[in-house]
């Protein structure tokens, strides 16, 4: 009963920018933390970026500096602008989110489907 729906995607040259976006939708109570992972082929997925209800942000070593995460609350939205971006920033993109469902208040962590990110050299 909730979808994450990614976008922002696409090719973009060594140094260059993109801001990915993520909504949420669905019979949600409430939404403790959003964030971003990404996979690479052949590799397992790992944390991009997060930021929890408080504010607070977390950041993978490799991106710090290069990637800023923000979340707009009203719109059940979270944002990631990547500068600076390398080839290896190269992946498929996930958003994801820990929330309370309205029916009985059940937390789950719910993720989306994904949104290409290519950089070339």
């Known amino acids: 009963q909730v979808q994450l729906v990614e976008s922002g995607g696409g090719l973009v040259q060594y140094g260059g920018s993109l801001r990915l976006s993520c909504a949420a939708s669905?019979?949600?109570?409430?939404?403790?933390?959003m964030g971003w992972y990404r996979q690479a082929p052949g590799n397992q997925r790992e944390l991009v970026a997060t930021?929890?209800?408080?504010?607070?942000?977390k950041y993978a070593d490799s991106v710090k500096g290069r990637f800023t995460i923000s979340r707009d609350h009203a719109k059940n939205t979270v944002f990631l602008q990547m500068d600076s971006l390398k080839p290896e920033d190269t992946a498929v993109y996930y958003c994801?989110?820990?929330?309370?469902?309205?029916?009985?208040?059940?937390?789950?962590?719910?993720w989306g489907q994904g949104t290409q990110v290519t950089v070339s050299s």
């Open positions: 994801n989110a820990d929330l309370l469902l309205t029916e009985a208040l059940l937390p789950i962590t719910s």
């Open positions: 930021i929890d209800g408080s504010g607070r942000i």
């Open positions: 669905g019979r949600i109570f409430s939404i403790s933390a």
